[in-house]
């Protein structure tokens, strides 16, 4: 064990200053670190939007944190038991004495650590309906616009511009992006957006179809077309897509939300359109085969016509009883008008044998009677709605007043509890302006109590004196009096006039003065007036 003196002789450190030396020995001793292990404990962001968690391994954990705004921006998002490579910087926290390592990078671990994330990325995204057959769309079968959403420098838009000008050569808008790299999902996910969001008939054509292509790669360099917001954005496109991403091969998760998916991005322009040639073909035979079925169909009801017309008789077989009838009916006719016109006289005779002045006047009776006695009930049901209504009249009348009556009271009722409520505040004012004239009162009685406390005068009450010069400074020493000095002494009792004694010998100093300052007459010292305050 170390001697007690030495011990003793130990530099003595706060908590603080030891935490703050340990936190400055670890920074400077590892700086930026790269550490691999598997996340432990990660729930998700703070409410902060920091994240907490740990990487452990076998035998070993260390805490790590997540600031946000690098969160923010972190392509590869943390998720509890993937295995990680985090690049950041090693400190400590002294709230709880422990080190951690302020993560500032995260990447997979590995073709493994991807294929995991990928997996249950997949089943996420399946659960909630974006991979179903039912959201799918078919795709034009000749569109007038494509648009392409690619790298412009690849190789991959010549490959598709050339297949399209082989087959059938169409109008081709490209959507510059990034296909690889930070932030490469945010740009494709946007121009699949950016395509959506073109209006029909716009200045900018809307493409009937999209075609999302790139290259082949390892899996890394086809992240981005894994991540979330770019699958979410292929299945809410409301234009026909292509995926075109890789070879063959090559499986991502835009595949499953796309509408079609092609193997290679040449593979994805042969879907788009048909053949041009083919079409010609497929069109010529099409219209030989409509001329063939024409002639035949002319044919075929040449021939119909022809036995139609065997089998018809003749116009004059056919019109033979036809003219017969109408010859015997032009034959009936005089007769038949001339005993029409007979009737028609023997009736207007009966009715006019009907229409005598005794009749005339009998008509007239009775609708005069008619009408007298529909006068009568329109009086008597006149006379039945005016009483009815001024019966009803009264009734408002009545309830009009009774309830003026009862809102007058209410009035009244509602003024004398608010005359009550104003007297009660009027009260409780007084009793409050009273409490507080009463604390006001003691509070300049106990600053006057303090002030005659505090004054000077009072020590003076007691005996002693104060000593002015002539200009009325105070004096504070006897070294201030000059010999012969007309001085101003002030009792608790009044004031007396004096002159200082100057036989007085000098006062010795204690202790000699430097030489520089001997040379110098002392500056005479002059008092300033003070207030009651302070006895000087």
């Given at each position: 064990m170390p001697p007690a003196e030495s011990l003793l002789n130990a530099p003595e450190f706060t908590v603080s200053e030891l935490s703050l030396s340990l936190k400055r020995t670890v920074e400077d001793a590892y700086g930026h670190v790269r550490v691999r292990g598997e996340i432990s404990g990660f729930r998700g962001a703070h409410s902060s939007g920091h994240c907490y968690f740990a990487l452990k391994d076998e035998s070993a954990k260390i805490e790590a944190v997540i600031w946000k705004g690098v969160h923010g921006r972190m392509r590869f998002k943390p998720q509890e038991g993937l295995e990680v490579i985090a690049t950041g910087k090693l400190t400590t926290y002294p709230g709880s004495s422990k080190y951690q390592i302020v993560i500032e990078a995260l990447e997979p671990a590995g073709i493994g650590a991807l294929m995991a994330l990928m997996?249950?990325?997949?089943?996420?995204?399946?659960?909630?309906?974006?991979?179903?057959?039912?959201?799918?769309?078919?795709?034009p079968w000749l569109p007038e616009v494509i648009g392409v959403v690619t790298s412009p420098t690849g190789a991959v838009i010549r490959d598709i511009l050339h297949r399209l000008e082989d087959r059938f050569p169409r109008r081709v808008l490209v959507w510059p992006v990034k296909v690889?790299?930070?932030?490469s999902a945010e740009q494709v996910a946007a121009a699949i957006r950016g395509f959506n969001a073109l209006p029909q008939g716009g200045k900018i054509p809307r493409p009937d179809v999209l075609i999302v292509a790139r290259g082949g790669g390892s899996l890394e360099d086809l992240w981005s077309f894994n991540e979330e917001i770019v699958v979410r954005a292929a299945a809410e496109s409301m234009i026909p897509l292509i995926s075109a991403v890789g070879h063959e091969t090559d499986v991502t998760l835009i595949d499953f939300a796309a509408d079609k998916r092609a193997p290679t991005p040449?593979?994805?322009?042969?879907m788009a359109v048909p053949v041009r040639s083919e079409l010609f073909v497929e069109i010529a035979d099409l219209a030989r085969r409509n001329r063939a079925c024409w002639q035949r169909g002319q044919e075929s009801r040449r021939n119909e016509l022809r036995a139609a017309a065997r089998?018809?008789?003749a116009a004059s077989d056919l019109l033979a009883i036809p003219r017969q009838r109408l010859d015997s009916a032009g034959a009936a006719l005089p007769r038949a008008l001339r005993t029409n016109t007979h009737a028609h006289y023997r009736r207007f005779a009966a009715a006019s044998a009907?229409?005598?002045?005794?009749v005339l006047h009998g008509q007239i009776a009775q609708s005069d009677h008619r009408l007298t006695v529909c006068g009568e009930r329109l009086g008597l049901a006149a006379r039945t709605l005016l009483r009815r209504r001024r019966d009803r009249f009264a009734g408002l009348e009545v309830r009009l007043r009774a309830s003026r009556l009862s809102n007058a009271e209410a009035q009244r009722n509602a003024i004398a509890r608010q005359r009550e409520r104003t007297q009660r505040l009027s009260e409780r004012a007084s009793r409050a302006l009273a409490t507080l004239l009463q604390r006001l009162d003691a509070r300049v009685a106990?600053?006057?109590q303090l002030l005659a406390a505090l004054s000077y005068r009072s020590v003076l009450a007691?005996?002693?004196?104060?000593?002015?010069?002539?200009?009325?400074?105070?004096l504070h020493s006897a070294d201030a009096v000059g010999p012969s000095a007309r001085l101003e002494i002030e009792f608790a009792d009044g004031r007396v006039a004096a002159t200082a004694d100057a036989d007085r010998p000098a006062a010795q100093p204690t202790q000699p003065k430097p030489a520089s300052r001997e040379s110098k007459p002392a500056p005479k010292r002059v008092a300033k007036p003070v207030d009651q305050g302070s006895l000087f």
């Open positions: 997996e249950e990325r997949k089943r996420k995204l399946a659960a909630e309906g974006l991979f179903d057959e039912a959201r799918k769309q078919l795709l690889q790299g930070e932030g040449t593979a994805a322009a042969e089998a018809l008789p009907r229409l005598t002045l005794r106990h600053s006057g007691r005996g002693f004196a104060l000593v002015r010069d002539e200009q009325g400074h105070p």
